[in-house]
């Protein structure tokens, strides 16, 4: 099950859903997704052996760091009223944990890059100094 929730194709799944601003979950449900997505990045959860041990002790503090981060990502690309350049700003210090930089990174491919937007103002929204703050985390 690990495996098959580790492919590209389904992890990038998993993640634009829940970056997806069309989707309203639930506080449970919003942590439960949140925990899941940690669960299935966190490498040190997975290791085998008795020499393992203090690892996957770590990855469980790893694990519940980087689920409480992907919740307040996913408060703060929710946000109602926020413009897309404020919820950027908020995503900078999120960039803790590889899964919450992926999930950022792909808010901002498919939301603020998106293909919908008219060209002129991709450019204008391409040329924000945040979006170089962002990419250089």
């Given at each position: 099950?690990?495996?098959?929730?580790?492919?590209?194709?389904?992890?990038?799944?998993m993640?634009?859903?829940?970056?997806?601003?069309s989707?309203?979950?639930?506080?449970?449900?919003?942590?439960?997704?949140?925990?899941?997505?940690?669960?299935?990045?966190?490498?040190?959860?997975w290791?085998?052996?008795?020499?393992?041990?203090?690892?996957?002790?770590?990855?469980?503090?790893?694990?519940?760091?980087?689920?409480?981060?992907?919740?307040?990502?996913?408060?703060?690309?929710?946000?109602?009223?926020?413009?897309?350049?404020?919820?950027?700003?908020?995503?900078?210090?999120?960039?803790?944990?590889?899964?919450?930089?992926?999930?950022?990174?792909?808010?901002?491919?498919?939301?603020?890059?998106?293909?919908?937007?008219?060209?002129?103002?991709?450019?204008?929204?391409?040329?924000?100094?945040?979006?170089?703050?962002?990419?250089?985390?």
């Open positions: 099950v690990l495996e098959a929730l580790r492919s590209p194709a389904i992890l990038e799944a993640v634009g859903s829940f970056v997806d601003p989707m309203v979950l639930t506080g449970r449900e919003r942590a439960a997704f949140a925990r899941l997505l940690a669960l299935v990045a966190v490498d040190d959860l290791l085998e052996g008795p020499a393992a041990q203090e690892a996957r002790e770590n990855g469980v503090e790893t694990m519940e760091a980087a689920a409480a981060e992907l919740e307040k990502l996913h408060q703060a690309v929710h946000h109602p009223t926020r413009s897309w350049l404020k919820i950027m700003g908020s995503l900078t210090p999120l960039q803790r944990h590889a899964v919450t930089s992926f999930a950022g990174l792909h808010w901002l491919s498919s939301i603020v890059l998106s293909k919908r937007i008219p060209p002129q103002d991709l450019l204008v929204r391409m040329s924000q100094p945040m979006m170089f703050v962002l990419l250089r985390r």
